[in-house]
């Protein structure tokens, strides 16, 4: 059972453009929201994250956006550069005393075109 | 300050053996978790510990244990190995006890091998 979804394999983008990529959830317990980038050969880095008390929260050329009625949270990079190819993962966050669980989705390829 | 740091890189394993991989958590960071990253999906948690103790567990069976020392290191033992333990195994080291915000940081991971 996936609880959280990111339904998009791979994105591509010309460079300068917004690069959009999207992540659907299924446990409306989940209680904060986080992106990692992932490089090749290197483990995840945290990029944002979001509060389930929030619906947006930017930094920099990154803003997530956080739909709690449907679901849903999308991650924004404007202007988009080559730098940010790199697979993106979402994480959600079900807090449960000594269960604490960081459950990621399937990741998104996002390739960002000269 | 250092990064987290894995080993090995890489490893190839027959099935029904035994394997250890081992991380070395950012200093001073006192929580570990393990992840198992099979081709094509996202981490899978398999356990957490916090100053030597399990601090909560993923849907994954008792041949996968942990352990994790005074100095911040880390092991995942894997038993009886099987086919689909075939995946990239990530450690990820942060401060506080549970905690799931920006404090977290992964090593570069140790691809097993199972044939």
């Known amino acids: 059972d996936q609880q959280v979804k990111q339904n998009s394999p791979s994105l591509s983008v010309q460079e300068g453009r917004i690069s959009i990529l999207n992540c659907d959830y299924t446990?409306?317990?989940?209680?904060?929201f986080l992106w990692y980038k992932k490089y090749p050969a290197e483990g995840p880095t945290f990029l944002i994250s979001i509060s389930s008390i929030k619906d947006k929260n930017e930094d920099g050329r990154f803003t997530v956006f956080l739909n709690k009625s449907a679901k849903h949270l999308s991650l924004h990079i404007v202007p988009s550069q080559p730098g940010d190819s790199a697979v993106y993962f979402c994480a959600a966050v079900l807090y449960g005393g000594a269960t604490n669980k960081l459950i990621f989705g399937t990741g998104t390829l996002l390739a960002v075109q000269p | 300050e250092t990064g987290v740091t894995q080993s090995p890189t890489h490893l190839i394993k027959t099935r029904g053996q035994q394997v250890t991989l081992r991380c070395s958590s950012q200093?001073?960071?006192?929580?570990v978790s393990w992840y198992q990253q099979a081709l094509g999906q996202g981490p899978q948690f398999i356990f957490q510990y916090y100053r030597e103790e399990e601090n909560g567990r993923g849907n994954f069976p008792p041949r996968f244990s942990g352990l994790q020392f005074p100095n911040y290191s880390s092991e995942l033992n894997v038993n009886a190995l099987e086919l689909d333990d075939s995946a990239l195994y990530l450690c990820?080291?942060?401060?506080?006890?549970?905690?799931?915000?920006?404090?977290?940081?992964f090593g570069p991971g140790t691809r097993l091998t199972v044939l």
């Open positions: 990820a080291s942060s401060l506080a006890g549970g905690g799931w915000d920006n404090e977290q940081f």
């Open positions: 200093s001073g960071h006192n929580t």
């Open positions: 446990n409306s317990m989940f209680d904060y």
